[in-house]
């Protein structure tokens, strides 16, 4: 688990095509303090594992899947992604409960600046505005971020200059892709809601299966 408070900004310094996907390469400083082989790191949204370590750099396995559902297979060499490691029990939870399971990507369609601060209209599918509410939280990117307000399908965020500054939010700019995840809790609330079990079609064999186990019928 993560909590969308970017620790590091990085740049990826190599990219190559595996047979079922890529790797990418990334030069690091604070997150490689307790890293190892195995280990869960969000990057720019993303859970990954990391399988390979190096004393300035790490690696990471992207596959297929992965690059259909995020905007990571539009990185190049010496782009900038933001970093944070998985979460320890005894950490301040400054953000808010992020998976790192992004669920889709939404197109920047303005982008405001005055002085240190900007505001952005983010697009997205509108499956997924159910989940969105003025105020509430959403990850874009792998940043915890407030919804400053809604119309329709589009949401609307102010950054602050340290986001800016610190994370790659600074560097997007119109047109580009954000990856999404959407606030776990309103999922979970939308499911307790709709669910009706009642309603499911058991497959008949799984079902004998599960009571052979259960009962130990012959």
């Not at 082989?37 to 992207?62: A, E, P």
Request: proline share 1%; net charge negative.
């Amino acid at each position: 688990m993560f909590t969308g408070i970017v620790e590091e900004l990085a740049q990826v310094k190599k990219i190559k095509t595996k047979k079922q996907g890529i790797r990418y390469t990334i030069s690091a400083n604070t997150v490689l303090d307790d890293l190892e082989i195995g280990d869960s790191i969000c990057i720019n949204g993303v859970c990954l594992t990391v399988t390979k370590r190096q004393k300035d750099m790490f690696s990471i396995d992207i596959i297929e899947e992965t690059l259909d559902k995020s905007n990571l297979g539009e990185l190049k060499e010496n782009d900038y992604v933001n970093l944070e490691r998985a979460m320890k029990v005894s950490d301040r939870f400054g953000g808010h409960i992020v998976q790192g399971h992004v669920e889709t990507q939404g197109v920047i369609l303005e982008k405001q600046t005055e002085e240190d601060e900007a505001r952005i209209s983010v697009c997205l599918d509108p499956e997924w505005m159910r989940y969105c509410i003025p105020k509430g939280s959403i990850t874009l990117d792998g940043v915890s971020l407030t919804i400053a307000s809604i119309n329709k399908n589009i949401i609307e965020i102010a950054l602050i200059p340290h986001t800016l500054e610190n994370t790659t939010l600074g560097l997007k700019d119109k047109s580009d892709t954000l990856n999404v995840e959407t606030d776990i809790i309103g999922k979970y609330i939308d499911r307790l809601l709709t669910f009706d079990g009642d309603n499911i079609e058991l497959d008949k064999n799984i079902l004998k299966t599960i009571r052979h186990i259960q009962y130990d019928e012959n």
